[in-house]
């Protein structure tokens, strides 16, 4: 003779303790439609073996698989980048930021050293095209030995000197 399982229907609240959650996670399981409602309440028997099958869902082989090939393919990426690091093809931020801010010292140095230069030679002359010519000239002397300069520190591998 087999006898038929009790159906008991239980609140939310209740659930929730027997289950070991709270009352908000069994609302939200019964709105994913995982923990089925039985009018104003849930039917006990089948909302623990909803709940457990869905935990057995959660940890399936195929779960943990899937965080082992994210594990691998993060840890490849990490072994990417340390080589690329240790290769010189990627550079930290602040590394990249203290070299701008050196070049750009130099830059402005040079520059305004431009009319300390430029004053004794133009200060006599009245044709406004040798003043233009001599403070063009100046400046494109100045901004070709700023990119030679650049360009030497890059092959050196050197930062410039921001003195």
Known sequence: MT???VTMTISGPVLADLLGI????????????????SGNGFEMRASVRAYLD???????????????ARLTTAKA????IQ???????????????????A???VVRQRLLAIPSRLAPRVAGESDHREIHRAIEAEIVEAL?????DAARRVENGSAPDAA
Do not use: H, M
């Open 54 to 68: 869905n935990l057995r869902e959660e940890i399936r082989p195929a779960n943990l698989a899937d965080a082992q």
């Open 83 to 101: 080589r690329d690091r240790l290769e010189g093809e990627l550079v930290a931020i602040a590394d990249v930021a203290a070299t701008v801010s």
């Open 22 to 37: 709270s009352t908000r996670r069994v609302n939200q399981l019964a709105e994913a439609r995982i923990l089925p409602r």
């Open 103 to 105: 070049e750009y010292s």
């Open 3 to 5: 006898t038929k399982p």
């Open 144 to 148: 070709t030995e700023l990119s030679g």
């Open 77 to 80: 990426r990490i072994a990417e």
